[in-house]
């Protein structure tokens, strides 16, 4: 809706400008509807730099550009207009996250190779002091398949995100990690710290929403029955031991 009002005021004040001290600048729409005023800096077959009136440069994808328009306007509405534009770009965007990930479990004196599943929800603001930097807070179901139980393991993970794009393209990798408390659901099963760590691509599909993929490894604290072997024989105790997790992740922001 902000972006629609630019455009409306770019038409009034064009009128107004006849015979007043004017330059041409570059219009770039994209197809999310966020527009750039500014000086194109470099346009190749495969993507297109700005240069806005404050001196910050944004690079896209020529699949991200809906249209590309030159338009005359006085030194101070292109300042007016960009101010607008970052403004716009420094509010608080909160949004929620629907995850899907799997990945092979692993633990010391336990249990080796067992696939789990697990499926989150995260509530933030991906938009933290006007940066692609996001803040939330989530919790999850996560189901672990051993090979000899009919049952799985579950586990109720609780954690914070945060995670960072590293530029400010349609598409655009990005990194993260979750730290919490993930709790056991079993008998036999307890839960502990767990920390993940994600790498990925993120894909705008509109202003708020987003589709992402990524890989992840975590380590999570668990306590269950450790079976150790040494000179003097197997041994079987109830301790604590650590349970890694690789696998993908597939996401949407809404």
């Known amino acids: 809706m902000k972006q629609l009002c630019l455009l409306v005021l770019y038409l009034i004040i064009s009128t107004q400008l006849w015979g007043q001290e004017s330059v041409i600048q570059n219009k770039i729409t994209l197809n999310s509807?966020?527009?750039?005023?500014?000086?194109?800096?470099?346009?190749?077959?495969?993507?297109?730099?700005?240069?806005?009136?404050?001196?910050k440069r944004y690079q896209f994808q020529l699949s991200e550009v809906k249209m590309i328009e030159q338009v005359r306007l006085s030194g101070s509405?292109?300042?007016?207009?960009?101010?607008?534009?970052?403004?716009?770009?420094?509010?608080?965007?909160?949004?929620?996250?629907?995850?899907?990930?799997?990945?092979?479990?692993?633990?010391?004196?336990?249990f080796k190779?067992?696939?789990?599943?697990e499926i989150s929800m995260i509530f933030g603001?991906?938009?933290?002091?006007?940066?692609?930097?996001?803040v939330g807070f989530g919790a999850g179901y996560n189901m672990i398949?051993?090979?000899?139980?009919?049952?799985?393991?579950?586990?109720?993970?609780?954690?914070?995100?945060l995670q960072s794009m590293l530029n400010k393209a349609r598409t655009a990798p990005f990194i993260g990690i979750d730290a919490g408390y993930s709790f056991g659901l079993n008998s036999g099963f307890?839960?502990?710290?767990?920390?993940?760590?994600?790498?990925?691509?993120?894909?705008?599909?509109?202003?708020?929403?987003?589709?992402?993929a990524g890989v992840f490894g975590s380590l999570t604290s668990i306590s269950t029955r450790i079976t150790?072997?040494?000179?003097?024989?197997?041994?079987?105790?109830?301790?604590?031991?650590?349970?890694?997790?690789?696998?993908?992740?597939?996401?949407?922001h809404f």
């Open 33 to 55: 509807g966020e527009v750039y005023v500014g000086e194109i800096l470099v346009k190749t077959n495969e993507m297109i730099m700005i240069k806005t009136a404050n001196g």
């Open 77 to 110: 509405l292109i300042q007016s207009v960009t101010d607008q534009i970052e403004k716009t770009d420094n509010t608080a965007v909160f949004c929620g996250d629907v995850e899907l990930s799997g990945a092979i479990a692993n633990t010391s004196n336990s």
């Open 113 to 117: 190779s067992a696939p789990n599943t």
């Open 125 to 134: 603001n991906k938009n933290v002091s006007g940066k692609d930097f996001y």
């Open 145 to 161: 398949f051993l090979v000899n139980s009919t049952d799985p393991i579950s586990y109720l993970p609780v954690f914070i995100r």
């Open 190 to 212: 307890g839960g502990g710290p767990a920390v993940k760590v994600s790498v990925g691509l993120n894909h705008k599909t509109g202003y708020k929403s987003d589709i992402y």
């Open 228 to 252: 150790e072997t040494n000179d003097l024989g197997t041994f079987s105790y109830n301790g604590f031991t650590s349970m890694t997790n690789f696998g993908l992740k597939f996401g949407l």
